[in-house]
Nanobody, 123 residues
């Protein structure tokens, strides 16, 4: 099962982007879902996660107050709204699903991954 991530692009500092993650056959509502990001030479890092049921959320400190994760279970889609983007947000963003514990920021929590979408923020 490979998730389909989209919405990345090249923007200026202060701009916004919304990433989407979908899989037509995976029932997202059964799982916690998350976004991670990775830059060259670094490990994939946790960005945000959302619970499967009550939609509780968890964020990395670096994005709190700027990014919002949400889900539309009817569309089998998870979103990441990114506002007030900074150059240090530049990375390949990966969506993940299949988790149980949204408060666990570990990569190993998630079974299903997308192919990644590039976000580049210029100063």
């Amino acid at each position: 099962v490979q998730l389909q991530a989209s919405g990345g692009g090249l923007v200026q500092a202060g701009d916004s982007l919304r990433l989407s993650c979908v899989h037509p056959e995976l029932t997202f509502s059964n799982y916690a879902a998350a976004w991670f990001r990775q830059t060259p030479g670094k490990e994939r890092a946790f960005v945000a996660a959302i619970n499967r049921s009550d939609r509780s959320t968890n964020y990395a400190d670096s994005v709190k107050g700027r990014f919002t994760i949400s889900r539309d279970n009817a569309k089998n889609t998870v979103y990441l709204q990114m506002n007030s983007l900074k150059p240090e947000d530049t990375a390949v963003y990966y969506c993940a699903a299949g988790g149980r514990n949204y408060y666990n920021p570990s990569i190993s929590e998630y079974r299903y991954w997308g192919q990644g979408t590039q976000v580049t923020v210029s100063s």
